[in-house]
C-alpha cells in the first residue's frame, strides 16, 4: 500500500458546554489533530492527562459518543479509505477486524458474565466467518500467543479469576484476534505493577513483530515510550505540538513542553536531586487560553505566544520532524 496506513488531519471535536444556559461555551478538547502512522510503525502518542490522546483513539476506532460529541472537521483516512461519516454498518467491519485496540483497565472491558474462550470467539466468528470450533481453536492458539497456556483451563474461566495481567492478555489476544493491521494500545500498563509493565510492552512488541501490525501507543509517559517506539506525537490541549523520529523527540526537542516533560522524568543519575516539575495544568477544553494554549506555563511565552496559535513547521531536511513553537530557531 502506497502512503500512510492511518492518516488524521485537522480532526476537531466538541462537546456541548457544562454552564448554565445554552450559550455556554462548547468545550473543543481536540482542535485540529494531525498524526500519521506508518504499516508495521510502532508510533506513541504522549500528552499529560486531558491532552486529547484517549479522545483521538476513540475517533480513529469510531467510538466517540456522538451526541454529545460533535466532530467539526477534519479527515481520518485508514489505508486510504476515510472513516469519518461512514455508515456504524461499515465501521464495525474495520473495527475488529482491521483495527485493534487493547484498553486501560481491562476489567472494565471484559464482560464478567461470560468466559473467556466467549469473550475471544465473538470476533472470529462476527469477521472472519469461522465454525465455532474452529474458531475455539483459535481462540487456544491466541492465548499460547499471548503467553497464557493452558488450554481448557484458561478457556473456562471468567474474568474475576484471572489477575491483573492475565485480564490484559486476554484483551491483547481479542485485539489481535483477527491479525489488523493496526492496533491502538491506549495506556495497556497503566494499572499493571513495574514487572508486568515490562511483560506486556515486550508482549507487544514481540506481537508487532510477528504480525507485520502497526501500533499506536498512548501513554503519559515518556520513560516507558522511549524503549518501544520508532516515533513519537506529543499532544498538548487537543493538538500536536511536537512529532519526530525517536531520536529526535529524545535528543533534540524543539518545544517547550516537549523539553518540559523529558526534565520532568525521573533518572537513577539525578538521585537525590529534585524532579523539575511543570508549573499549573492542561487547560480545560470549555476555557482555552488564546494563542498558544501552552504559554501561561511556558517559560519563554512572550506577547506574540498570547495572540498567535503556532503551526506545524518542519525542521531539518527529510527528518519529518515537526514542532509547533514561534520561538524555535531564536537565539
Known amino acids: 500500500m502506497d502512503g500512510p496506513l492511518l492518516e488524521i488531519r485537522d480532526l476537531r471535536v466538541s462537546f456541548p458546554g457544562r454552564g448554565p444556559g445554552r450559550d455556554a461555551d462548547p468545550a473543543q478538547p481536540l482542535r485540529g489533530v494531525e498524526l500519521t502512522v506508518g504499516a508495521s510503525e510502532v508510533h506513541s502518542l504522549v500528552g499529560e492527562s486531558g491532552s486529547g490522546k484517549t479522545l483521538t483513539a476513540s475517533c480513529v476506532m469510531g467510538l ?37 485496540m487493547v484498553f486501560q483497565e481491562p476489567a472494565k472491558y471484559l464482560n ?16 472472519l466467518g469461522m465454525s465455532r470450533s474452529d474458531g475455539l481453536a483459535r481462540v487456544r492458539e ?55 509493565q515490562r511483560q506486556i510492552l515486550r508482549l507487544l512488541l514481540d506481537l508487532q513483530e510477528k504480525l507485520a501490525m502497526a501500533v499506536l501507543f498512548v501513554s503519559h509517559d515518556l520513560a516507558v515510550v522511549h524503549d518501544i517506539s520508532e516515533r513519537i506525537s506529543v499532544i498538548y490541549a487537543g493538538r500536536i505540538i511536537e512529532s519526530g523520529r525517536r531520536d529526535r523527540v529524545f535528543g533534540q526537542p524543539l518545544h517547550p513542553y516537549t523539553q518540559a516533560l523529558l526534565q520532568s522524568i525521573p533518572e537513577a543519575s539525578r538521585r537525590g536531586t529534585r524532579l523539575r516539575a511543570i508549573p499549573g495544568t492542561v487547560p480545560d477544553a470549555s476555557h482555552l487560553p488564546s494563542g498558544c494554549a ?26 519529518s520532524h515537526t514542532a509547533a513553537c514561534l520561538r524555535i530557531g531564536e537565539s
Open 64 to 100: 466517540l459518543p456522538v451526541p454529545p460529541a460533535r466532530i467539526e472537521g477534519g479527515s481520518i483516512r485508514f489505508q486510504g479509505r476515510e472513516l469519518l461519516g461512514l455508515p456504524e454498518a461499515e465501521r464495525r467491519r474495520v473495527r475488529g477486524r482491521q483495527i485493534g
Open 112 to 127: 464478567p458474565s461470560l468466559r473467556v474462550s466467549e469473550q475471544i470467539v465473538e470476533a472470529l466468528l462476527l469477521h
Open 142 to 196: 491466541l492465548l499460547e500467543l499471548v503467553g497464557l497456556p493452558g488450554g481448557r483451563l484458561i478457556l473456562r474461566k471468567y474474568p474475576h479469576e484471572l489477575s491483573g495481567g492475565m485480564k490484559q492478555r486476554v484483551m491483547i489476544a481479542m485485539a489481535i484476534a483477527c491479525r489488523p493491521a493496526l492496533l491502538i494500545a491506549d495506556e495497556p500498563t497503566t494499572a499493571l505493577d513495574v514487572t508486568l
Open 294 to 319: 501552552f504559554h501561561p506555563r511556558c517559560p519563554l511565552a512572550v506577547e506574540a505566544c498570547r495572540a498567535a496559535i503556532p503551526e506545524l513547521r518542519e525542521y531539518g531536511a527529510g527528518d
